[in-house]
T-cell receptor, first 114, second 114 residues
């Protein structure tokens, strides 16, 4: 049981480049989400999904796209990277979206946009 | 609007000393509250949670937290800190509805002196 895995661990992009941050879980969790972590701001929700084929925006969705074609995977796409997207990105999953279900976090992807 | 405030950005304690990390929340209804720990370079791990019932909740690694509705607080405590407790600690409240959203505080970095 690998839990929540994220790739890559580190990435450097130039402004305007695109890339996809991968997230996978092997716990058959319905709910998955993406957060970004910035110094002094805690974690902020970017997008979330309550099941395959269903996604919705979180608090800071601009500049990011998501899709959920399978239960296991929830990739985050940056269409045209900007320096403001320099951050640490965390993927999380839980059995369901209700707050009574524990959320499990991946190890994070540290992204730098120059 | 819902929010979480952690007034202390950085705390230093001696090994063996007691610890209290402060957390204040703003939420209209009965909140679902969480404390997470993030060790350097790692993802977030759930320490403990409060949903209802006994206002003193026990967590992993010897941590406990007390929910005080009158003070809108959910402070984290540990009687005797170990060097391995050095990490960043996040308080969070579940967002309204069943979106799975967690609203995080800014985080408190704990340094442990030998």
């Amino acid at each position: 049981n690998a839990g929540v895995t994220q790739t890559p661990k580190f990435q450097v992009l130039k402004t305007g480049q695109s890339m996809t941050l991968q997230c996978a879980q092997d716990m058959n969790h319905e709910y998955m989400s993406w957060y970004r972590q910035d110094p002094g701001m805690g974690l902020r929700l970017i997008h979330y999904s309550v099941g395959a084929g269903i996604t919705d925006q979180g608090e800071v969705p601009n500049g990011y796209n998501v899709s959920r074609s399978t239960t296991e995977d929830f990739p985050l796409r940056l269409l045209s990277a900007a320096p403001s997207q320099t951050s640490v990105y965390f993927c999380a999953s839980s059995l369901q979206s209700k707050p009574t279900y524990e959320q499990y976090f991946g190890p994070g992807t540290r992204l730098t946009v120059t | 609007a819902q929010s979480v405030t952690q007034p202390d950005i950085h705390i230093t304690v001696s090994e063996g000393a007691s610890l209290e990390l402060r957390c204040n929340y703003s939420y209209g209804a009965t909140p679902y509250l969480f404390w997470y720990v993030q060790s350097p370079g790692q993802g977030l791990q759930l320490l403990l949670k409060y949903f209802s019932g006994d206002t003193l909740v026990q967590g992993i690694k010897g941590f406990e937290a007390e929910f005080k509705r009158s003070q809108s607080s959910f402070n984290l405590r540990k009687p005797s800190v170990h060097w391995s407790d050095a990490a960043e600690y996040f308080c969070a409240v579940a967002g309204s509805g069943n979106t799975g959203k967690l609203i995080f505080g800014q985080g408190t970095t704990l340094q442990v002196k030998p």
